[in-house]
């Protein structure tokens, strides 16, 4: 991890072979519930949680994104990541598919970790230029799909540093085995990519506590030299107010395609 996170623009797109689900037929037929589950799983839900992937959509073949410097092995399996991490709610439901078939795939651990509203990531907390305090955890970790493919993980919105737009990083992982201390070890990593929030809404967002204390110059969605401005099929979620103003939070959704074979 030797990449210098105030030049993130050197950040190479990394060409493997996955897909997201980019219509928007699709997007609108994964609307969801907010509730977020309570067990490391997405087992726990039922069928009415979440729509099947559409039988018609269409699996477009895009870019994997990088890595980005701030990967941590070994996060936990859990459905709240947040750790009393303050910030606006944001309930994740990330459907993972087939690329081929669009075939739901179950039991894929979705993996997620981002910056809090400040601009720190666990394990690297002072490189956006604020003290707080670091247990190498907050705001990292995932959950199994169920047989529906669905991943639902509870979070804040994240927050900026310099020289990136607001977004979340995604590993897609199978094949993996569950440890006695709450992680993972082993398997097949399929997708490594990033995820987007609207640039309206977080524009709203910045406003609110505590975005609105973090002073770094934010990057827009349009400036971002990582986002390529490809909708869903680049990782832009679609954004569902839970309430009525920004800092109630809203839920996340998008179907990630990936390739199995």
């Known amino acids: 991890m030797t990449d210098n996170p105030l030049n993130n623009s050197a950040e190479p797109r990394v060409g493997r072979r996955t897909v997201l689900i980019a219509t928007g037929a699709t997007a609108a037929a994964l609307a969801v519930a907010a509730a977020a589950p309570t067990s490391p799983t997405a087992d726990t839900a039922s069928a009415a949680d979440a729509a099947p992937v559409a039988a018609a959509a269409v699996c477009t073949l895009t870019k994997e994104m990088t890595e980005g410097p701030y990967y941590l092995d070994g996060q936990y399996v859990r459905a709240d990541v947040t750790e009393g991490k303050a910030g606006a709610p944001l309930k994740l439901v990330l459907t993972v598919v087939d690329d081929d078939t669009c075939v739901p795939l179950s039991n ?53 540093y310099r020289g990136r737009c607001v977004h979340i990083h995604l590993k897609v992982h199978t094949g993996v085995t569950l440890t006695s201390d709450g ?60 309430g009525s103003s920004a800092s109630a939070g809203y839920t996340g959704t998008l179907a990630v395609g990936v390739e199995t074979s």
């Open 183 to 242: 992680s993972f070890t082993g398997g097949r990593e399929l997708h490594t990519g990033q995820l987007f929030c609207n640039e309206t809404i977080t524009a709203a967002m910045a406003k609110v506590s505590p975005y609105s204390t973090n002073t770094v110059t934010r990057t827009t969605l349009a400036q971002d030299s990582i986002y390529d401005d490809g909708g869903a099929a680049s990782g832009l979620l679609t954004l569902t107010a839970l």
């Open 108 to 160: 894929a651990l979705v993996e997620i970790w981002h910056c809090d509203a400040l601009g720190e990531y666990s394990g690297f907390v002072g490189g956006n230029g604020h003290s707080e305090p670091d247990d190498g955890t907050f705001l990292r970790g995932g959950v199994l799909t169920g047989t529906d493919g669905v991943a639902k993980i509870t979070t804040i919105y994240p927050g900026w």
